[in-house]
């Protein structure tokens, strides 16, 4: 099956950093990538969805200056969280999607702390 | 009203036994219905994928959608310890790949 990797799996940062979140679909291409984030005990929340060579389109209420996203090859999306504020911890997941089956397949998530 | 609702749970049930967690929704649009499974601190996992009304069987786990009552459910049968997860239900329309969610029914399987 289709697979999705992210790296790192886990980071701890100080307040203030910048920090970059590794999406990749291995075994297939991806035109469109999509970024979520979970807090504990809830559902994923869309942040943006990224497509290959565009902007990302983002969704209400996320600032797109902190979540920088670049999706610069069909298999690559990354995530650069600016600035990280304690608030930002979270985890974050991506997800890939497999147009012919109409799939989205998730990559493991990053588990971000900001001191 | 969300556009999806889904009881968070916990449902905590015997080993063994058959296992119904449901989703309904509110939009007549909805076309495209999932069923994910997601371990503690780990990416959702696809379980089932529909189209149309009707069940749909993959080994215990059978998928179910009735789109006249907006409703779908996903059973699972002689459910085991590795069941215990949050399982999360998502649906899309037509050909729009943006995923709504669930809020995740967290389920423990009792051995």
């Known amino acids: 099956g289709a697979v999705v990797s992210q790296h790192p799996s886990r980071v701890i940062c100080k307040s203030g950093t910048s920090v970059k979140i590794e999406c990749r679909s291995l075994?297939?291409?991806?035109?469109?990538m999509f970024w979520y984030r979970q807090f504990p005990k809830q559902s994923l929340m869309l942040m943006a969805t990224?497509?290959?060579?565009?902007?990302?389109?983002?969704e209400q209420g996320v600032e797109k200056d902190k979540f920088l996203i670049n999706h610069a090859s069909l298999t690559l999306s990354t995530l650069t969280v600016t600035s990280a504020h304690p608030e930002d911890s979270s985890f974050y997941i991506c997800s890939a999607f497999q147009g012919i089956y109409n799939e989205q397949f998730f990559g493991p998530g990053t588990r971000l702390t900001v001191l | 009203q969300k556009e999806v609702e889904q009881d968070p749970g916990p449902l905590s049930v015997p080993e063994g036994a058959i296992v119904s967690l449901n989703c309904t929704y509110s939009n007549s649009a909805f076309q495209y219905f999932m069923w994910y499974r997601q371990y503690s601190r780990k990416g959702p996992e696809l379980l089932m994928y529909t189209y149309s009304s009707g069940n749909k069987e993959d080994g215990r786990f059978t998928a179910q959608v009735d789109k006249s009552s907006k409703y779908i459910s996903l059973f699972i049968r002689d459910s085991q310890p590795s069941d215990s997860a949050t399982y999360l239900c998502a649906m899309t329309r037509d050909s729009n790949y943006q995923l709504i969610w669930g809020a995740g029914t967290k389920l423990i399987i009792k051995p």
């Open positions: 075994d297939f291409q991806a035109t469109t």
């Open positions: 990224s497509n290959e060579g565009s902007k990302a389109t983002y």
